[in-house]
């Protein structure tokens, strides 16, 4: 592990994997779906899942006919992963290793890579994607899919607040448009974003999470804090509290020497 917010990551993951891999949000299968038919990989392709977790994005992939190489920094979500695609045989490899781990450069070049649900985690989300581009071939695809946040600074900051207080290894939610900026800075073209909206139960996304602050104190922080654009509570008749949600899928092609 190279640094202290990749080893706090993997003990999180660790930890929660079980959980993890049966939450809704990230197991819905035509949620899954979507995200494969968004990054329209031509067909055969090897892919790489960067922060694969327990291979949820990997098995859609596998399962739609391309090969896939996951890495994640948590031995356990890589062993949960590769249970989980055993059935595709060597379509499917799995590193326990950083997407920075230089290793990963003999792997490469991929033919597109993926990553669900990791930005938010990352120091620098710039030096991420830049970091997938440099591992795919020319004219290859780079997808990135997120939780988004609001485009008003004082709102993400309310939103990145309770995000923080709940995950120990939370470190920023992107807007759509930073998203489609992040694919732009990193030298990608053509790209698409499609937003589309999910739901999160409270107390099954507080529980597998890695709190800094009490359950009481966040649900109190959210409940009572301005309305946020992609993370809007909403008390139930049973009294349970749905968080409307959005996340983002963002597309783009690293240019080849003659067409950028
Ligand atoms: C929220 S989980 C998402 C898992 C999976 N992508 C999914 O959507 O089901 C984030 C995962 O990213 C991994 N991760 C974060 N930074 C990473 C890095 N630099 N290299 C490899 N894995 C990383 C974490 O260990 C964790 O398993």
């Known amino acids: 592990m190279s640094n202290d917010h990749d080893e706090a990551l993997a003990r999180a993951f660790d930890a929660q994997a079980p959980r ?129 946040t609001d485009p008003q600074p004082e709102l993400a900051g309310h939103h990145e607040a309770i995000e923080r207080a709940r995950d120990q290894t939370h470190t920023t939610n992107l807007t759509g448009g930073q998203l489609v900026d992040l694919l732009y800075r990193a030298g990608l073209g053509q790209i698409a974003f499609l937003e589309e909206s999910f739901e999160l139960d409270f107390d099954e996304w507080f529980d597998r999470g890695t709190p800094r602050d009490s359950k009481d104190h966040v649900r109190a922080k959210l409940l009572t804090g301005p309305a946020i654009r992609g993370f809007r509570p909403s008390v139930q008749p049973d009294g349970s509290i749905r968080i409307d949600c959005l996340r983002g899928m963002v597309r783009g092609r690293k240019p080849t020497e003659n067409a950028p």
């Open 20 to 148: 993890f891999e049966r939450a809704p949000v990230q197991s819905d299968p035509a949620a899954l779906e979507r995200l494969v038919q968004f990054a329209g990989f031509p067909p055969g392709s090897r892919i790489l899942d960067a922060g694969c977790g327990p291979g949820l994005v990997c098995g859609a992939l596998l399962a739609a006919g391309y090969r896939v190489v996951g890495v994640d920094l948590s031995r356990e979500m890589i062993e949960r992963a590769r249970r989980r695609c055993e059935p595709w045989g060597d379509r499917a490899e799995f590193h326990h290793l950083s997407l920075f781990d230089t290793a990963l450069d003999d792997l490469a070049p991929f033919d597109g890579a993926l990553s669900r649900y990791v930005v938010h985690h990352v120091i620098d989300p710039l030096a991420f994607a830049a970091r997938q581009v440099h591992l795919m071939r020319a004219g290859g695809t780079l997808v990135i899919s997120d939780h988004l």
